[in-house]
């Protein structure tokens, strides 16, 4: 049921407040949640679910996508449709947070922070 | 000398995250829910109901039991002031907000990564 091969290419060394840990790391990056793990410790930008968007620090992450997010926007666009004129008008709601955890099945898209111009 | 693999035990002063992330794999934000019980959190829901409660329990399929409970954001949602204590299944909720200081965000990453080889083999 396990693999037989080990895909380790070396030690890495972690440093944490207390200890420093030593963990058997690829430097390869072979499916797309390795992209992720390169996202550690840099803000990242989430697509969810029912319009919502959060930038944030990434600090975990697992296979379902659920997140522990640091430092945290949200924004959440809502389309307004006036009546007589039938315009759409979006509008966008914000709210800080400093510290949270987005349960995986509401992600749709990780990416590096969006760059304007 | 500092690439040689040590196999001494965490210490205490290891938290339950790092120490149970080893031990199964797929266990990474179970222990980190569970060193956090007794803490006060707000989880919202995916029907937008907040609720800000003290942290129970929390169990594999990361549903939660708050004590305490109160609605938070101002209470247009259901007025569930008799409601002390509740039971939230895992699927349901959205967000869990944290308090900030109550998170090693480096013991977190340690984890992820620790978590993410573990996922692969």
């Known amino acids: ?117 | 000398e500092c690439f040689k693999k040590k196999k001494k035990q965490p210490t205490a002063t290891l938290t339950v995250q790092l120490t149970l992330a080893c031990v199964s794999a797929p266990q990474l934000f179970y222990s980190f829910f569970k060193s956090l019980v007794g803490k006060d959190v707000v989880v919202e829901l995916k029907n937008d109901l907040s609720i800000c409660g003290t942290l129970h329990s929390v169990d594999q399929y990361l549903n939660i039991k708050l004590t305490d409970i109160s609605v938070t954001d101002p209470e247009k949602y259901p007025h569930m002031l008799s409601v002390k204590n509740c039971f939230i299944r895992g699927s349901v909720v959205r967000y869990v907000q944290l308090p900030a200081d109550e998170v090693d965000t480096q013991l977190l990453q340690d984890a992820a990564r620790k978590e993410a080889m573990q996922q692969k083999q």
Do not use: W
């Open chain 1, 1 to 117: 049921m396990f693999q037989q091969s080990i895909k380790q290419c070396g030690f890495v060394a972690y440093q944490s407040r207390t200890k420093t840990f030593l963990q058997p790391t690829t430097n390869t990056v072979e499916e797309p949640l390795d992209l992720i793990r390169l996202s550690l410790d840099e803000r990242i930008y989430v697509k969810m679910r029912n319009d919502r968007e959060l930038r944030g620090r990434l600090h975990a992450y697992d296979q379902h996508l659920n997140m522990i997010l640091g430092d945290v926007e949200e924004t959440v666009t809502t389309v307004e449709i006036d009546e007589e004129t039938y315009e759409e008008l979006y509008k966008s709601t914000k709210r800080n947070i400093p510290m949270l955890f987005v349960r995986g099945d509401g992600v749709v898209l990780v990416a590096p922070p969006l760059r304007v111009g």
